[in-house]
């Protein structure tokens, strides 16, 4: 039980915590705020862009849960200041935000060394939560007290889970074979995510079909750990997400097809973010920052440069998938899973 234990409380604030950021981005445009799509912008760039830095606080300090903790205190902080200014709630949300992926991606890492299994159940939880929240903060009237009260109760929680201990930091630098390994790894992340990202910029005001995608991935996450580490990883990740190409391309007009395509693609992320931390084994936060910040802040950027979802989804997008594939195949040669 012990096993995954923390990586299940682990992912479940990951949940509230992404439903909290989702809410108060939502306020801010239910409240025709003057700075709504600049606040939005600041929190992508905080989130993700600090997220390097709050991974190299937490393997500096080894002390990835109080990393954790203190990012879900910034976001309760944000919750709690909501109705004086949404500006700061959004930056403490911001904050939180990088600091607890930093921090608890790096204790589902290190919770099971070689494992997909305990990132799978980490990063499961997210994206359903954002959807959620941010749907539940543009409605007049919706109360924010049950994020703040399931944030605080798993903060409490995770709080009072056992230690997990941090690899020591070398002192001498990495093999440069591993970290041009590392930035393939990033690089292919980041060409996934841009088709994504992409989809998921065409499901704006599309409730129940955002909600829809939103469960595929957190079900392809969720189980996606499990095969990976079932099937081995250099068999898995260059397959599922090869296999996801046609899906996501006819996905564009048949939904079913689409979420297919959305399971596949994201239940390749567990190994990936595994995979990392074993190319990076010292470097836990610093590996988990970079999986779950910079690639996707990376992989974004194509749609926020105005590129259409459907250029990103016809040729350009099977030769994304296809490079991303070939570089999964390249680096999971080198893995042990």
């Known amino acids: 039980m012990r096993f995954w234990l923390l990586p299940l409380l682990l992912g479940l604030a990951h949940g509230f915590s992404d439903a909290s950021a989702g809410f108060l981005l939502g306020r801010a445009a239910l409240g025709d705020h003057q700075n709504a799509a600049l606040l939005v912008m600041a929190y992508n760039l905080i989130a993700f862009g600090a997220m390097p830095f709050a991974g190299l606080l937490s393997d500096h300090l080894r002390r990835p849960k109080l990393i954790t903790l203190i990012g879900l205190a910034s976001t309760l902080a944000g919750l709690a200041v909501l109705e004086f200014s949404v500006t700061l709630a959004v930056t403490l949300a911001g904050i939180g935000s990088a600091l607890f992926h930093a921090g608890g991606g790096s204790l589902a890492i290190t919770s099971s060394p070689g494992k997909a299994s305990n990132p799978g159940l980490f990063t499961a939880f997210g994206v359903l939560g954002l959807v959620l929240g941010g749907q539940q903060g543009v409605l007049a009237g919706s109360p924010h007290w049950p994020y703040l009260f399931g944030l605080f109760i798993l903060a409490v929680m995770i709080a009072f889970q056992p230690h997990v201990p941090v690899p020591e930091a070398k002192k001498t630098l990495a093999l ?3 970290e041009f390994l590392a930035v393939l790894l990033i690089l292919a992340i980041a060409l ?3 088709v994504w990202t992409s989809n998921q910029y065409a499901l704006i005001g599309l409730r129940q079909q955002a909600l829809m995608v939103a469960a595929a991935a957190m079900l392809g996450k969720l189980i996606g750990g499990f095969l990976a580490d079932k099937t081995g990883w250099r068999w898995y990740l260059p397959g599922v997400v090869a296999v996801s190409v046609p899906f ?7 939904p079913a097809l689409l979420l297919v395509g959305v399971f596949l693609m994201q239940s390749s992320t567990p190994a990936s973010v595994a995979l990392l931390g ?8 610093l590996a988990a920052s970079l999986t779950l910040g910079t690639a996707l802040l990376l992989g974004g950027l194509p749609s926020m440069a105005g590129f259409s979802p459907q250029i990103l989804s016809t040729l350009p997008t099977l030769m994304i998938l296809a490079t991303s594939a070939a570089l999964y195949w390249f680096t999971t040669r080198h893995a042990a899973g």
């Open 176 to 178: 440069p074979k591993y």
């Open 192 to 194: 996934r995510s841009t």
């Open 248 to 254: 996501i391309i006819l996905g564009q007009g048949f």
């Open 278 to 285: 074993q190319t990076l084994p010292n470097r836990p936060g």
